[in-house]
């Protein structure tokens, strides 16, 4: 019997969960704000992956594909107002942290709504460029845009989030 690991050409499932896990978790909270859903969405993007592995060109990038998956079943998620993947009661909100203080987590809040209020390729590309810290080719492989679309997206995502950010303060 094949193993999860063992789907598609020379694909490693399991080490590519050991790699990019915990970043497309950290990318699914900019979508969601409860913790268990985010987990449960990037699950569920493995899952496709492992379904969907011979649809990988050799030589191409499968930790894009993820992200993609991730971002796709957000806006799914958001758009349908669904608790989680699993239909599971709502989690308790994750509890801040002791060291965080009331000032640090408005700021990072009203950072995160400015970045939801932007239109959907410009957030996409924002927060895949200075979250993830992907680079413009990247970014443009994950999204299936051209390099110079993802810098205009950019370009107008940094700007909008200038305007909004600097009328809050």
Known sequence: MESVADVGPGLDIVGLFAAEAASLTRLARFYLDDRTAAEDLVQEAFIR??????RIRHGGNPAAYLRSIVINLARDHNRRGLVSL????????????????????????QVIDALRSLPRRQRDCVTLRYYLDLSIPDIAETLGLTNNTVKTHLQRGLASLATTLEGTR
Do not use: K, N
């Open 49 to 54: 992956l492992s379904r969907s592995a011979g």
């Open 86 to 109: 699993r239909h599971r009661p709502p989690a308790h909100p994750d509890a801040p942290s002791a060291e965080e203080d009331a000032t640090t987590r408005a700021e990072r809040q």
